[in-house]
């Protein structure tokens, strides 16, 4: 019996029996996904609350006589009672509750709380497939998805995403009139919610993860937590039979690839490290085995997409014994592949740096020529960052230095200003 | 056994809509209250229980309903601890994680034993 319960921890034997980390925001995600199945949609604040109240009495209760063996059921059954008391004692609802919620209301008996990891995960999948309806602004489906589904704190929302309460909390309001309107997602197939919404899902699982990837926030295990719970439910998505597709695996090869090298991008005094910098036996052993298992297994039918692309260049950077040794022309020839499919100057720049590294500088900054940068990149530091480069590698003193001043004038912060002055005083190679 | 016996009440001024604990921050403080249970396992007596909000309040006159909403403060919860005296008692819950939850103050009352 106690096998099926998770949380016992595995960090540390010696100490009291603890949860595995994580534990109760996960729980919440599970909680808030089953019971939203049984009741609709309509009451997602009141299950929240349900909830959250359960992880509370469970925080006196579980101090006082230890974790119970089968907590996820304990939790449930907490919840769930309680949340029937309260739709119960909502009698201007009655009405509703009656004819949409009866399956809730008529079980008197002790609610069964599904145990079975499938029926788990089919029910959180669900859930982020509720979450990534069209209708809901696409700012809105994260914040929607990390509340629900993560189980973060409207503050802890904020924090990660450098916004305020006001406009979590605005978001997320937007995001649940919306969903009040949606629910017939809860009825519709899986196959067909997920066939017909699997990009919007992609979109939001990668805006999560590059929320945490490209973060500034100094503190590592911040910006490492939004990149799990992107690779979370990446493959959640990933193992289902109705999302498990080459794009579905795509996505998450590139984001176990990223993840790999997210603890050496910075010094130890949080300092940005350029990629030629880093201490390639830091990268995580695991994610680089993860993310060359899914990009094999996103090679198969003939779909390629950004994902496949990006997950190339990923790999190509992951694998490569050095920095020199790095094979830059096929990541010049993904990055062309990809400003077909999703056609950006960044992905023109980024090419352009790919041709300088395997053909010289020259030729980078020839594929450069009249290339007129958008309002929004030009003055932005990258697009600066690296013509100084170029020309400075090329000879262009004159050029260098105008475009370095630029670059530095429009750093966005103390790290990436100093890593700019680094890499663009260095004498030429 | 010179110990003495202490109640201690929780008690809990509303926060005036301020967010409880997040699930994250909910799991950080069961691990502090695990680590000061083992810590002053001796000294705790009885982990007590919470309270429910609602209640009864009888008098000479009758029966009256709660909840007290319109009172500052509510018993939130009980424990009891021993000690040798007011100080050990303080120790003990001072080092109690509830000390830092919003809106919470504890309040300590020697148990005169009178029963016994």
Known sequence: ?429 | MSKRRYLVLFRNRPTGGQPGASPEQMQQMFAAYNVWKEQFKDAILDMGDKLRSEGRVVTASGVADGPFVEAKEVVGGYMIVSAENYDGAVEVVRACPAVHAPGVSLEIREMTGAKM
């Open chain 1, 1 to 429: 019996m106690s096998k099926r319960s998770l949380p016992r921890g595995p960090r540390d034997p010696a100490s009291p029996p603890g949860l595995v980390e994580h534990y109760f925001r996960h729980e919440y995600g599970r909680l808030v996904a089953v019971l939203v199945r049984r009741v609709g949609l309509r009451h997602l604040e009141a299950v929240e609350d349900a909830v959250q109240g359960a992880l509370t009495t469970a925080l006196t209760a579980w101090v006082a006589s230890g974790i119970p063996d089968n907590s996820g059921a304990w939790l449930y059954r907490v919840a769930h009672n309680s949340l029937l008391g309260v739709l119960r004692k909502d009698e201007g609802r009655q009405q509703i509750l009656d004819s949409a919620a009866g399956p809730l209301l008529d079980d008197g008996e002790e609610p069964v709380s599904p145990v079975f990891a499938g029926e788990v995960r089919d029910e959180l999948l669900r859930m982020l497939f509720v979450c990534c309806n069209e209708t809901i602004p696409q700012e809105s489906r994260l914040v929607l998805a990390l509340k629900t589904l993560c189980g973060f704190s409207i503050g802890e929302i904020a924090f990660r995403l450098f916004t305020t309460e006001a406009n979590v909390y605005k978001r997320l309001a937007r995001a649940r009139n919306r969903l009040r309107l949606g629910e017939v997602d809860l009825e519709t197939p899986p196959v067909e919610l997920f066939c017909s919404r699997l990009p919007s899902v992609h979109a939001v699982i990668y805006l999560l993860f590059n929320e945490g990837y490209l973060s500034t926030h100094t503190a590592h295990a911040i910006r490492a937590e939004l990149c799990e719970e992107a690779i979370r439910l990446g493959t959640l998505l990933a193992t289902h039979p109705a999302s498990a597709a080459p794009t579905t695996f795509a996505l998450l090869a590139l984001m176990h690839l990223h993840a790999a090298r997210l603890a050496s991008r910075r010094d130890a005094t949080g300092g940005l490290l350029l990629l030629e910098e880093q201490d390639r036996t830091l990268w995580d052993g695991e994610h680089l085995h993860q993310g060359a298992a899914w990009l094999a297994r996103s090679a198969h039918g003939d779909t390629f997409t950004r994902f496949h692309a990006e997950a190339g260049i990923a790999a190509e950077h992951c694998f490569a014994p050095s920095f020199a040794d790095t094979r830059w022309n096929a990541i010049a020839e993904l990055y062309a592949m990809l400003e077909r499919i999703d056609p950006s100057p960044l992905h023109t720049l980024n090419r352009a740096v790919a041709l300088a590294e395997g053909q010289g500088p020259e030729v980078g900054l020839a594929s450069l020529d009249g290339v007129v940068p958008p309002a929004w990149l030009d003055g932005h530091y990258l697009w600066d960052a690296v013509l100084a480069d170029l020309h400075r590698r090329v000879g262009n003193a004159a050029a260098a230095e105008r475009h370095r001043e630029h670059a530095l004038a429009a750093a966005p912060s103390t790290a990436v200003r100093q890593l700019l002055e680094r890499r663009l005083t260095k004498t030429a190679p």
